[in-house]
């Protein structure tokens, strides 16, 4: 499994995957690995191969409990629908064509669906990528969903959601209070995530009337776009540490300085936050001319 990675449109990311389990979630992305770049094309994947690109614990899952799982991804999957809609018309696409399990010569088959192939095929911008073998090593399945959005912003080392958006993109039940969120969702995410992105912190900031919770921040390292051949290896990487200190900006840096494993409601007045919205405004939009869309 080292070195195979998942890539797929960003669209991908808006899209809750409700009730998925983490192995449920692990198993998906395996699939979706072998589906990238294969168009609408049935492929076939042993047993075997699929359980070792989805690090399924082999040891204490017997066969039936792995066919099981496999039923309960689709089943799961038939809720999760693509949405296109037009002045005229409304059409909904569910990710898999083919999806068959064959329990006799352990094997599945299965393809995307033609009208939604653009999301594993011939992606060249906006696009989200991961190693296959770091997501599947998460325990949570709330880390492996914020893995999967971090990654998107990966080069900007910053994320801002509203709360009622962040809780829609990780299922998070609605009986959650924040204190619950807190415990139950942020501090096994910085738990996991901490060693993946660097310096990672996690904010919550109020809205201007109130004490309500109206957005969930992230901070991290950006990491690096640019690699020189013609360089030292020793060079590129010193250069790229450089670069991403260069492209992140003083409210940025001076965020990075708090506590990263804490987590704290940013007590802004109405003058910082309208500062801080404009400054990250200004940030985007250096990115956009200088990098393109962001991947």
Not at 195 to 208: D, T, V
């Amino acid at each position: 499994m080292a070195g195979e990675t998942v890539v797929y449109h960003n669209e991908m990311n808006l899209v809750p995957l409700r009730n998925f389990t983490p192995v449920e979630i692990d198993l998906l992305f395996a699939m979706c690995n072998k589906l990238k770049e294969q168009a609408d094309d049935v492929i076939r994947i042993d047993f075997k191969d699929l359980k070792q690109l989805s690090n399924y614990d082999a040891n204490t899952r017997n066969i039936k409990r792995f066919i099981n799982d496999l039923q309960r991804v689709y089943d799961k999957m038939l809720t999760i629908t693509y949405k296109l809609e037009t002045s005229t018309k409304i059409k909904r696409f569910v990710l898999f064509h083919t999806y068959e399990i064959d329990k006799e010569q352990r094997y599945i088959e299965i393809s995307t669906n033609p009208n939604l192939k653009y999301l594993l095929n011939n992606i060249t911008s906006n696009f989200t990528k991961f190693e296959l073998e770091e997501f599947s090593k998460l325990r949570s399945s709330y880390s492996k969903n914020m893995y999967r959005l971090l990654k998107q912003y990966k080069h900007t080392g910053f994320f801002k959601i509203k709360i009622e958006d962040f809780r829609d993109r990780l299922d998070i039940p609605d009986s959650y209070r924040m204190t619950n969120i807190t415990q139950k969702v942020l501090k096994p995410i910085i738990s996991e995530l901490d060693g993946i992105f660097s310096n990672l912190q996690i904010k919550k900031i109020k809205a201007s009337k109130g004490r309500k919770i109206a957005y969930i921040e992230f901070l991290f390292e950006p990491e690096s776009r640019i690699k020189s051949k013609k360089q030292p290896q020793h060079k590129n990487i010193e250069n790229a540490r450089l670069k991403s200190r260069e492209l992140t900006p003083k409210w940025l840096l001076e965020a990075h300085e708090d506590n990263r494993n804490t987590f704290s409601s940013n007590e802004m007045t109405e003058t910082e936050r309208i500062e801080h919205e404009k400054a990250e405004a200004e940030f985007r939009k250096y990115l956009k001319e200088r990098w393109g869309n962001d991947s």
